[in-house]
Antibody, heavy 119, light 111 residues
């Protein structure tokens, strides 16, 4: 069964850093397109970052230069390193798989991990 | 901040048909495919439509969707109580600012 499990969320002071993990099972992350999506409290979904199979990465403007997406093939895990956090980064962060058989739509999602930034 | 516009809410009684519109432009819906996600209260989003009109395995055929130009729509026929949720359209984009954009979201209420 294809599954994603996020971890690493928590309380962090403004200006601090946090690393989120997304551990995959049932498939190999290095062969798939992986995304991070976030949802602020009471708000809609916001795409954050993508890691293509070839290694190319992209970010939404609001996190460029502060967030880094990466993967560890040996652990079958994707990470989101977040730095210089602000209250605007408070959200539930979801990891999502975009398989080619879904034409790269986000077909599998994790349960989410909550990040709360306080000042 | 989203570039895909949806109505904030819609409602219907059980058995009715409701539709949700999604308006974009030539940099997103107009040049790529549309996906739709359902988010039940307190849950992670779930893909219900991909490639404009295709349903993943297990998604009831009560859910249908279409795309025309830079707009798309989702229809739910035979509305059921378990369809009460937030629905988001989404599309990959050629923008340099965000490569995937979600719609503003529509809350479906089953009366």
């Amino acid at each position: 069964e294809v599954q994603l499990v996020e971890s690493g969320g928590g309380l962090v002071q403004a200006g601090g850093s946090l690393r989120l993990s997304c551990t995959a099972s049932g498939f190999i992350v290095s062969t798939q397109q992986m995304n991070w999506v976030r949802q602020a409290p009471g708000k809609g979904l916001e795409w954050v970052s993508v890691h293509y199979t070839g290694g190319t990465t992209f970010y939404t403007d609001s996190v460029k230069g502060r967030f880094t997406i990466s993967r560890d093939n040996s652990k079958n895990t994707v990470y989101l390193q977040m730095t210089s956090l602000s209250a605007e980064d408070t959200a539930v962060y979801y990891c999502a798989l975009s398989p080619d058989y879904y034409y790269f739509a986000m077909g599998v999602w994790g349960q989410g991990t909550t990040v709360t930034v306080f000042s | 901040q989203s570039v895909l516009t949806q109505p904030p809410s819609t409602s219907g009684t059980p058995g009715q048909r409701v539709t949700i519109s999604c308006s974009g432009d030539s940099s997103n819906i107009g040049s790529t495919t549309v996906n739709w996600y359902q988010q039940l209260p307190g849950a992670a989003p779930k893909l219900i439509i991909y490639n404009n009109h295709l349903r993943p395995s297990g998604i009831p055929d009560r859910f249908s969707a279409s795309k025309s130009g830079a707009s798309a729509s989702l229809a739910i026929s035979g509305l059921q109580s378990e369809d009460a949720a937030d629905y988001y359209c989404a599309a990959w984009t050629d923008s340099l600012h965000a490569f995937y954009v979600f719609g503003t979201g529509t809350t479906v209420t089953v009366l």
